[in-house]
T-cell receptor, first 117, second 115 residues
Framework: GAGVSQSPSNKVTEKGKDVELRCDPISGHTALYWYRQRLGQGLEFLIYFQGNSAPDKSGLPSDRFSAERTGESVSTLTIQRTQQEDSAVYLC???????????????FGPGTRLTVT | AQSVAQPEDQVNVAEGNPLTVKCTYSVSGNPYLFWYVQYPNRGLQFLLK??????LVKGSYGFEAEFNKSQTSFHLKKPSALVSDSALYFC?????????????FGQGTTLQVKP
């Protein structure tokens, strides 16, 4: 079946512009995650959606970052007034978490490489 | 707070030799532990996980990992390395209480297998 897809694969934008990144999770996966991976560094958790629960936004680095998810489908990560330090690969992952069974295995998309000039 | 440490930025091994990529963790409660691999210009791929049960976990591509509760470690191993195993490896930990699914990732270890 289809995996996690992300678009665009690459995005170059000018400093100060807004960008929107899209993630299509695996169908039926209730949980969706956004991570940021700066060059040569590990994954930095940004935000987590689980079903109809309030999202865990504890990893968002500033109020310029926001994300939405419609039901258990597509999610968009929006970065307003982009800065050069926002340049990174943004990874989306989804996971099937049956109630009462914390399996946690996450499936990752290929990422969106964002370059802010 | 949860944390994961991968003490080696890079591991070099000759093809055919055994390899170990180290990971230690810190978490209150029962840990859920994962290894992911990232090939150049590609997303992360799941290798294996420890949730409960046997301490030795077998995963994809011949990899295995051993959960050691007393040493709070979850080292990744393979008996005989291949050049194609060269990639970036991430260890991650989830928390046992609650059901958030949130993972904390280590900084990654680059594995270089030379022919």
């Amino acid at each position: 079946g289809a995996g996690v897809s992300q678009s665009p694969s690459n995005k170059v934008t000018e400093k100060g512009k807004d960008v929107e990144l899209r993630c299509d999770p695996i169908s039926g996966h209730t949980a969706l995650y956004w991570y940021r991976q700066r060059l040569g560094q590990g994954l930095e958790f940004l935000i987590y959606f689980q079903g109809n629960s309030a999202p865990d936004k504890s990893g968002l680095p500033s109020d310029r970052f926001s994300a939405e998810r419609t039901g258990e489908s597509v999610s968009t990560l929006t970065i307003q007034r982009t800065q050069q330090e926002d340049s990174a690969v943004y990874l989306c992952a989804s996971s099937l978490i049956p109630a009462g069974s914390p399996t946690y295995e996450q499936y990752f998309g290929p990422g969106t490489r964002l370059t802010v000039t | 707070a949860q944390s994961v440490a991968q003490p080696e930025d890079q591991v070099n091994v000759a093809e055919g030799n055994p390899l170990t990529v180290k990971c230690t963790y810190s978490v209150s409660g029962n840990p859920y532990l994962f290894w992911y691999v990232q090939y150049p210009n590609r997303g992360l791929q799941f290798l294996l996980k420890y949730i409960t049960g046997d301490n030795l976990v077998k995963g994809s591509y011949g990899f295995e990992a051993e959960f050691n509760k007393s040493q709070t470690s979850f080292h990744l191993k393979k008996p005989s390395a291949l050049v194609s195993d060269s990639a970036l490896y991430f260890c991650a930990v989830g928390h046992g209480s609650g059901n958030t699914g949130k993972l904390i990732f280590g900084q990654g270890t680059t594995l270089q297998v030379k022919p």
